[in-house]
């Protein structure tokens, strides 16, 4: 079964720390992976968007990683302030579906 | 940001009424989604839409029916609405999955009494 992991769960960081977000799949043919952010009772707003032949995206203090041989991505907040408190959120669409699966997140709290 | 727009915003009914909600867009992308959230299942797929016409089933289809008669407009019925169904429901589009972005509306919540 095609399933998108995101661990852990939940993340509390202090204010200016850098910290990385994991998510991972369980098939490595992949046509590409989203990252998301989902305020509390809002709709998801697009971050970066990885297509499978490329390793990495980069939006202001945001970078994402793909490796796709160990079914892996990262998403990197450089620098983290209070305003990036938010659900982040992994979706993948898998090659030969036109389907989005998503992880069911890390909920992040920058601490001021 | 994208225009999507879902209508209505908030909605509680009872249970086995019919319920209907509307995805609008205006950005005239083919694909159109929607999914329900839910607390410790994350999001989930109900149908999906790739063109005037074309719909296909997601995960959680039971019980849901959808239709899409106009590229900018994809509806999701609930025929008779259960407890189950209380959710937040969003519709997302996309030019398509294979390599473009998704881009969300704002969400529908139904609670179902």
């Known amino acids: 079964k095609q399933e998108v992991t995101q661990i852990p769960a939940a993340l509390s960081v202090p204010e200016g720390e850098n910290l990385v977000l994991n998510c991972s799949f369980t098939?490595?043919?992949?046509?590409?992976l989203q990252w998301f952010r989902q305020d509390p009772g809002k709709g998801l707003t697009s971050l970066l968007l990885?297509?499978?032949?490329?390793r990495e995206q980069t939006s202001g203090r945001l970078n994402a990683s793909l490796d796709k041989s160990s079914g892996r991505s990262t998403l990197y907040i450089a620098a983290s302030q209070p305003g990036d408190s938010a659900t982040y959120l992994c979706?993948?669409?898998?090659?030969?579906?036109?389907?989005?699966?998503f992880g069911t997140g890390t909920r992040l709290k920058v601490l001021a | 940001d994208a225009g999507i727009t879902q209508s209505p915003r908030h909605k509680v009914t009872e249970t086995g009424t019919p319920v209907t909600l509307r995805c609008h867009q205006t950005?005239?992308?083919?694909?159109m989604y929607w999914y329900r959230q839910d607390p410790g299942h994350g999001l989930r797929l109900i149908h999906y839409?790739?063109?005037?016409?074309?719909?296909d089933k997601g995960e959680v289809s039971d019980g849901y029916s959808v239709s899409r008669s106009k590229t900018e407009d994809f509806l999701l019925t609930l025929e008779s609405a259960t407890s189950s169904q209380t959710s937040v429901y969003f519709c997302?589009?996309?030019?398509?999955?294979?390599?473009?972005?998704?881009?969300f509306g704002p969400g529908t919540r139904l609670t179902v009494l």
């Open positions: 839409s790739y063109g005037v016409k074309d719909t």
């Open positions: 997302a589009i996309s030019e398509g999955p294979d390599r473009y972005e998704q881009f």
């Open positions: 098939d490595s043919a992949i046509y590409n």
């Open positions: 979706a993948v669409v898998f090659s030969g579906t036109y389907k989005y699966i």
């Open positions: 950005e005239n992308h083919r694909y």
């Open positions: 990885i297509q499978s032949s490329q």
